[in-house]
């Protein structure tokens, strides 16, 4: 994506929030880590959960943008192709985790929730100012 486009200035804009608030997430897989007696799948899990959500969000960026290139229709056509191979690469990829021994399911799905909450956290800070 090139810097002076809408959707990568977009994405450049949750991204801090995205950080802040995948940041405290893996503080407190670690906290919980020592304090469930050393269980390290569960920052493992988190780490491989806010990577396939950066991934997942970041192809959504790319697949938004080659979107808007097209004309309405071909549009239509060309995001539900991209959002279908969006979630079956997701699927395969958790699939992939669960059966991992070392990664936790449960610390890897809840990363995915993460970029909605940094739209909605820069949504209501944009409305306070």
């Known amino acids: 994506m090139k810097k002076n486009e ?5 994405m450049r804009s949750l ?4 950080l802040i608030i995948s940041g405290i997430y ?7 880590c ?8 569960l920052p493992i899990g988190a780490v491989y959960g806010c990577i396939l959500s950066a991934a997942s969000f970041f192809l959504l ?17 060309y995001m539900s192709a991209m ?9 395969a990829m958790l699939t992939i985790g669960a ?8 610390t890897s799905v ?7 909450i940094a739209i909605m956290i820069r949504a209501i800070k944009t409305k306070e100012e």
Do not use: H
């Open 6 to 10: 809408p959707i990568y200035e977009e």
């Open 15 to 18: 991204m801090p929030y995205f």
């Open 26 to 32: 893996l503080l407190a897989s670690v906290i919980i």
């Open 34 to 41: 020592f304090a469930n007696g050393g269980d390290y799948s």
């Open 61 to 77: 960026g790319k697949a938004c943008q080659g979107a808007v290139k097209r004309s309405e229709k071909s549009a239509q056509t």
């Open 83 to 91: 959002y279908c191979a969006r979630y079956l690469g997701l699927f």
């Open 99 to 106: 059966l991992a021994p070392f990664i936790s399911l449960i």
């Open 110 to 116: 809840v990363p995915l929730f993460f970029p909605r």
